[in-house]
């Protein structure tokens, strides 16, 4: 029998080893991710937590790639009116009125039914000793305590955790709330937490601070499971996850590629074009997605046939400013094996810390995902009980003409991660291995700041001169940052070439690493 082979990729150096222990325990791709995405909820807390979503695609050695949807819905007590009268005509961007019930933990169940080798408390020990023995606090949170101080100081919770004595953690961060929580998930299962003490003490904990979530939101709580969404680019098939995720916005700019004659070398095609898709993806994705068992929309094809007409005409400077989006705090793993099982999971607490809300007797922090609700009740994204909001997260995989795994991509990166998986598949497509592909510097569509035009493009320092002057000649307004931002998203991508070979690479721009194991 030849030994397994097994890669995988994170955005902490710590989340990719629990992967490789997995692996070594004779676990295989699910249970190498799952162990990495356990893990990041204790050692990276501003991006992922339990109070969190989890959007995952995975393959089985048949073929079959399922999407995994464990986005959270509105508690049953949330209501438009009355929202609308407390806070206007948009939702806060932070507290408890932005909660929604926490998907992730059901989402590992779901992803584990799918084939896991390991029991279920195997996923959950690497992230209790992290927990309860403390880690080293990562670059990347030591600069979110910087940025959200005030937020966490305003939370009891996150204080005690975070900034035991007034001063924020700089070396080793210790959780033994949240160390609990895990033990216990580990041994009773995920059903400790929608139905056991675990989503008692949360449920109880945020009705104390406002947030009317319940026992019965929790118990009511289902991950959807569907056919992933694709297209094909360049030879190749890319999936990815269907409404009320923005996956469609990567699959319109692909499908695009196709009709302008660009598939079979797709990485030739001009940045100014790119933008544009990029742009186009960011407007349908903010005014159409929804939770599509509450409204039917087309984001697949709105517009699509204007769009590309569009393509041949000059653009002009745009007029349209926007709000501020958020960064996204998120994580994606990235993991396969040579036994055919394939996974990118992707995470999040949508904005840094979430809601900015840790419910102290759980050590559990909670997501601001609620705050992506509309409040215009014509919106078809209005806020309603037990609808999921739109949402950022989208993984991806890209298949060969016969089936075959060639890349596992995640990303964080918010309302750009579209344009980062576009821009790394294609340099993945032109030939680069996964470090240089993760690597490459690289540039978004969208306003980071209130009042930017919405087709602002922020590029990093190093990005090539010509691509800067293409953009710059169609009109879009520059802003440039320095390289290698997180600002600009963390990307882990594995790649399986036509014999077999494993490589894979993780994102500079985060705490991470990238590892092939054989067993």
């Not at 419910?359 to 609700?373: A, C, D, K, V, W």
């Not at 990093?460 to 293409?470: C, F, K, M, R, S």
Request: hydrophobic share 45%.
């Amino acid at each position: 029998m030849s030994p397994t082979t097994g890669a995988i990729a994170s955005p902490h150096s710590l989340a990719t080893r629990a992967g490789e222990e997995a692996f070594r325990a004779g676990g295989n791709a699910l249970d190498a991710a799952l162990a990495a995405a356990t893990a990041l909820t204790v050692v990276y807390p501003h991006n992922t937590a339990l109070g969190g979503d989890l959007v995952a695609l995975v393959r089985t050695p048949g073929g079959t790639i399922t999407c995994v949807n464990a986005t959270g819905t509105a508690p049953a007590a949330r209501d438009l009116a009355a929202l609308r009268a407390r806070h206007g005509d948009r939702l806060p961007e932070r507290g408890p009125d932005t909660i929604t019930v926490p998907g992730a933990v059901r989402g590992w169940e779901a992803i584990r039914r799918h084939g896991a080798a390991l029991d279920w408390a195997a996923q959950f020990s690497a992230a209790i000793g992290y927990a309860a023995d403390g880690v080293p606090v990562a670059r990347s949170l030591a600069a979110a305590f910087v940025t959200d101080r005030a937020l966490l100081e305003a939370d009891a919770g996150a204080r005690a955790v975070f900034a035991p004595g007034g001063e924020f953690v700089r070396e080793r961060l210790t959780q033994p709330r949240l160390a609990e929580s895990l033990r216990a998930l580990a041994a009773s299962g995920p059903g400790e937490f929608y139905e056991g003490a675990v989503g008692a003490a949360l449920a109880r904990g945020l009705q104390g601070l406002g947030c009317p979530l319940t026992t019965d939101d929790l118990a009511r709580y289902r991950v959807r499971e569907t056919a992933a969404l694709s297209a094909p680019l360049g030879g190749f098939r890319v999936h990815t996850s269907p409404p009320n995720t923005q996956g469609f916005a990567l699959l319109r700019t692909v499908r695009a590629l196709t009709e302008l004659g660009l598939a079979a070398e797709p990485w030739t095609a001009p940045a100014a074009v790119l933008g544009r898709l990029f742009h186009d993806g960011t407007r349908v994705r903010d005014t159409l997605l929804a939770d599509p068992d509450f409204a039917a929309t087309d984001v697949e094809n709105d517009g699509f046939a204007d769009l590309l007409a569009s393509l041949r005409e000059p653009r002009g400077a745009a007029t349209v400013s926007a709000p501020a989006i958020p960064r996204g705090d998120t994580v994606g793993v990235a993991a396969a094996d040579s036994s055919g099982y394939a996974v990118s999971i992707i995470q999040s607490v949508f904005d840094s810390f979430g809601a900015g809300v840790l419910e102290p007797e759980t050590g559990i922090i909670l997501q601001n995902r609620g705050s992506s609700f509309s409040l215009d009740p014509g919106s078809p994204n209005a806020i309603a009980p037990g609808k999921r909001p739109k949402h950022t997260l989208m993984p991806v995989l890209v298949t060969t003409g016969d089936d075959r795994v060639r890349w596992v991509t995640s990303t964080m990166g918010g309302h750009g991660q579209p344009q980062i998986h576009a821009q790394v598949l294609l340099r993945l497509l032109a030939g680069d291995p996964p470090q240089e592909a993760v690597s490459a510097p690289r540039w978004v569509v969208g306003a980071r700041a209130d009042g930017q035009a919405s087709d602002t493009v922020h590029h990093e320092a190093d990005l090539a001169p010509a691509v800067v002057a293409n953009l710059a000649a169609d009109d879009f307004p520059l802003r440039e940052v320095p390289p290698r931002t997180e600002f600009l998203g963390h990307t882990n991508v594995v790649s399986i070439d036509g014999e077999g070979a494993f490589t894979a690479g993780s994102d500079p721009r985060s705490d991470g690493s990238a590892a092939v194991v054989r067993r």
